[in-house]
Protein backbone atom coordinates (compact mmCIF):
# COMPACT_ATOMS: atom_id res chain seq x y z
CA UNK A 1 0.00 0.00 0.00
CA UNK A 2 3.02 2.52 0.55
CA UNK A 3 4.13 2.10 -3.12
CA UNK A 4 0.43 3.36 -3.85
CA UNK A 5 0.56 5.82 -1.71
CA UNK A 6 3.53 6.93 -2.79
CA UNK A 7 2.59 6.94 -6.76
CA UNK A 8 -0.25 8.55 -5.33
CA UNK A 9 1.60 11.34 -4.57
CA UNK A 10 4.16 11.47 -7.01
CA UNK A 11 0.90 12.05 -9.56
CA UNK A 12 -0.23 14.87 -7.51
CA UNK A 13 3.00 16.86 -7.42
CA UNK A 14 3.31 16.43 -11.24
CA UNK A 15 -0.49 17.73 -11.82
CA UNK A 16 0.42 20.83 -9.51
CA UNK A 17 3.37 21.49 -11.19
CA UNK A 18 1.85 20.71 -14.57
CA UNK A 19 -1.75 22.05 -14.53
CA UNK A 20 -1.47 24.39 -11.75
CA UNK A 21 1.97 25.75 -12.58
CA UNK A 22 0.92 26.18 -16.08
CA UNK A 23 -2.05 28.27 -15.40
CA UNK A 24 -0.07 30.60 -12.77
CA UNK A 25 2.82 31.31 -15.59
CA UNK A 26 0.68 31.37 -19.11
CA UNK A 27 -2.65 33.19 -17.98
CA UNK A 28 -1.84 34.81 -14.61
CA UNK A 29 1.43 35.58 -15.99
CA UNK A 30 3.28 35.03 -12.37
CA UNK A 31 6.27 33.03 -12.10
CA UNK A 32 6.15 29.71 -10.80
CA UNK A 33 8.90 29.93 -8.20
CA UNK A 34 6.95 33.24 -6.58
CA UNK A 35 3.83 31.72 -6.40
CA UNK A 36 4.42 28.26 -4.81
CA UNK A 37 6.44 30.34 -1.97
CA UNK A 38 3.88 33.11 -1.49
CA UNK A 39 1.42 30.10 -1.40
CA UNK A 40 3.16 27.56 1.01
CA UNK A 41 1.15 29.01 3.77
CA UNK A 42 -2.00 27.72 2.48
CA UNK A 43 -0.43 24.46 1.11
CA UNK A 44 0.68 23.72 4.69
CA UNK A 45 -2.20 24.45 6.31
CA UNK A 46 -4.66 22.55 4.12
CA UNK A 47 -2.07 19.45 4.14
CA UNK A 48 -2.36 18.88 8.11
CA UNK A 49 -6.01 20.03 8.24
CA UNK A 50 -7.21 18.08 5.40
CA UNK A 51 -9.60 20.84 5.10
CA UNK A 52 -9.97 23.67 2.39
CA UNK A 53 -12.84 25.19 4.47
CA UNK A 54 -10.38 25.38 6.78
CA UNK A 55 -7.73 26.97 5.05
CA UNK A 56 -9.59 29.90 3.85
CA UNK A 57 -8.46 32.42 5.64
CA UNK A 58 -5.22 31.62 5.00
CA UNK A 59 -5.62 31.13 1.64
CA UNK A 60 -7.09 34.57 1.19
CA UNK A 61 -4.50 35.80 2.98
CA UNK A 62 -1.94 34.71 0.25
CA UNK A 63 -3.66 35.75 -2.87
CA UNK A 64 -3.25 39.03 -1.56
CA UNK A 65 0.24 38.52 -1.08
CA UNK A 66 0.06 37.91 -4.90
CA UNK A 67 -2.03 40.94 -5.38
CA UNK A 68 -5.26 39.23 -6.28
CA UNK A 69 -8.04 42.29 -5.90
CA UNK A 70 -10.44 41.17 -3.14
CA UNK A 71 -13.34 41.41 -5.85
CA UNK A 72 -11.39 38.34 -7.10
CA UNK A 73 -10.79 36.45 -4.26
CA UNK A 74 -14.09 36.69 -2.26
CA UNK A 75 -15.52 35.14 -5.40
CA UNK A 76 -13.13 32.29 -6.47
CA UNK A 77 -11.79 31.06 -3.19
CA UNK A 78 -15.04 30.07 -1.36
CA UNK A 79 -16.59 29.17 -4.74
CA UNK A 80 -12.93 26.85 -5.74
CA UNK A 81 -13.46 25.46 -1.51
CA UNK A 82 -16.83 24.07 -2.58
CA UNK A 83 -16.51 23.09 -6.20
CA UNK A 84 -12.89 22.91 -6.67
CA UNK A 85 -12.15 19.02 -6.14
CA UNK A 86 -9.74 17.55 -9.29
CA UNK A 87 -7.53 16.18 -6.62
CA UNK A 88 -10.05 14.31 -5.10
CA UNK A 89 -11.47 12.88 -8.17
CA UNK A 90 -7.67 11.89 -9.06
CA UNK A 91 -7.30 9.84 -5.86
CA UNK A 92 -10.44 8.27 -6.61
CA UNK A 93 -10.41 7.19 -9.96
CA UNK A 94 -6.23 6.12 -8.62
CA UNK A 95 -7.89 4.10 -6.15
CA UNK A 96 -10.76 2.16 -7.88
CA UNK A 97 -8.70 1.15 -10.74
CA UNK A 98 -6.00 0.08 -7.96
CA UNK A 99 -9.09 -2.11 -5.88
CA UNK A 100 -10.12 -3.17 -9.12
CA UNK A 101 -6.85 -5.27 -9.63
CA UNK A 102 -5.90 -6.05 -6.60
CA UNK A 103 -9.50 -7.80 -6.43
CA UNK A 104 -9.31 -9.19 -9.75
CA UNK A 105 -12.03 -7.38 -10.68
CA UNK A 106 -11.77 -6.01 -14.71
CA UNK A 107 -13.22 -2.93 -15.36
CA UNK A 108 -14.19 -2.27 -19.03
CA UNK A 109 -13.51 0.85 -20.94
CA UNK A 110 -17.22 2.11 -20.71
CA UNK A 111 -17.31 0.85 -16.83
CA UNK A 112 -14.49 3.08 -16.77
CA UNK A 113 -16.07 6.51 -18.80
CA UNK A 114 -19.06 5.73 -16.23
CA UNK A 115 -16.79 5.66 -13.20
CA UNK A 116 -14.74 8.97 -14.32
CA UNK A 117 -18.43 10.88 -15.30
CA UNK A 118 -19.42 9.58 -12.02
CA UNK A 119 -16.32 10.64 -10.57
CA UNK A 120 -16.22 14.20 -11.43
CA UNK A 121 -19.85 14.90 -10.92
CA UNK A 122 -19.43 13.55 -6.85
CA UNK A 123 -16.03 15.50 -6.46
CA UNK A 124 -17.84 18.78 -7.24
CA UNK A 125 -20.36 17.76 -5.03
CA UNK A 126 -18.10 16.72 -2.34
CA UNK A 127 -17.86 19.00 1.20
CA UNK A 128 -14.54 20.70 1.76
CA UNK A 129 -13.82 18.80 5.41
CA UNK A 130 -11.57 15.57 6.62
CA UNK A 131 -13.11 12.57 5.34
CA UNK A 132 -15.51 13.39 3.01
CA UNK A 133 -14.49 11.69 0.14
CA UNK A 134 -15.49 8.22 2.03
CA UNK A 135 -18.97 8.46 0.67
CA UNK A 136 -17.49 8.95 -2.75
CA UNK A 137 -15.56 6.29 -2.98
CA UNK A 138 -18.24 4.51 -1.66
CA UNK A 139 -20.53 5.21 -4.37
CA UNK A 140 -17.84 4.51 -7.18
CA UNK A 141 -16.95 1.37 -5.98
CA UNK A 142 -20.17 0.21 -5.71
CA UNK A 143 -20.90 1.10 -9.41
CA UNK A 144 -17.63 -0.38 -10.38
CA UNK A 145 -18.15 -3.39 -8.55
CA UNK A 146 -16.28 -3.89 -5.84
CA UNK A 147 -16.30 -5.55 -2.89
CA UNK A 148 -17.44 -3.94 -0.01
CA UNK A 149 -14.35 -5.15 1.97
CA UNK A 150 -12.27 -2.65 -0.07
CA UNK A 151 -14.01 0.24 1.96
CA UNK A 152 -12.52 -0.55 5.39
CA UNK A 153 -8.70 -0.72 3.59
CA UNK A 154 -9.73 2.34 1.51
CA UNK A 155 -10.93 4.27 4.90
CA UNK A 156 -8.11 2.95 7.01
CA UNK A 157 -6.21 5.12 4.40
CA UNK A 158 -8.04 7.84 3.65
CA UNK A 159 -6.42 10.53 5.62
CA UNK A 160 -3.29 9.77 4.14
CA UNK A 161 -5.29 10.48 0.74
CA UNK A 162 -6.96 13.55 1.80
CA UNK A 163 -4.35 15.24 3.03
CA UNK A 164 -2.76 15.69 -0.27
CA UNK A 165 -5.57 16.24 -2.34
CA UNK A 166 -6.59 19.04 0.00
CA UNK A 167 -3.27 20.49 -0.73
CA UNK A 168 -3.27 20.07 -4.75
CA UNK A 169 -7.45 21.60 -4.19
CA UNK A 170 -6.55 24.78 -2.30
CA UNK A 171 -3.51 25.61 -4.81
CA UNK A 172 -5.86 24.65 -7.51
CA UNK A 173 -7.80 27.67 -6.16
CA UNK A 174 -5.04 30.04 -5.94
CA UNK A 175 -4.04 29.46 -9.06
CA UNK A 176 -7.28 30.17 -10.52
CA UNK A 177 -7.33 33.28 -8.68
CA UNK A 178 -3.47 34.10 -10.10
CA UNK A 179 -5.34 33.82 -13.89
CA UNK A 180 -8.58 35.48 -13.15
CA UNK A 181 -6.29 38.17 -11.89
CA UNK A 182 -4.91 38.70 -15.32
CA UNK A 183 -7.37 37.27 -17.49
CA UNK A 184 -10.67 39.89 -15.66
CA UNK A 185 -10.23 43.24 -16.31
CA UNK A 186 -11.77 44.98 -13.37
CA UNK A 187 -9.86 48.28 -14.16
CA UNK A 188 -12.16 48.91 -16.89
CA UNK A 189 -15.48 48.99 -14.34
CA UNK A 190 -14.03 50.80 -11.69
CA UNK A 191 -13.07 53.05 -14.20
CA UNK A 192 -16.76 53.11 -15.93
CA UNK A 193 -18.52 53.41 -11.77
CA UNK A 194 -16.55 56.74 -11.54
CA UNK A 195 -16.91 58.69 -14.60
CA UNK A 196 -20.86 58.14 -13.81
Same mark, same amino acid.
Given at each position: ??????????????? !??????? !??????????????????????????????????? !?????????????????????? +????????????????????????????????????????????????????????????????? +???? +?????? !?????????????????????? /?????????????????? /??
Amino acid at each position: MGTVLIALYVTMLLY !IVIVYGG !IVKLLGKCRIRTFFAKVMPAALNAFGTCSSSATRP !ISKRCADELGVPNEISALALPL +GATINMDAVSVVMSFMIVFFANACGVEISFSMLAVVLLSNTLLSIGAPGVPGSAIASFAALATIA +GLPA +GVMGVY !ISINTLCDMGDTCCNVLGDLAC /AVAMKETVNLEDKQASEQ /AE
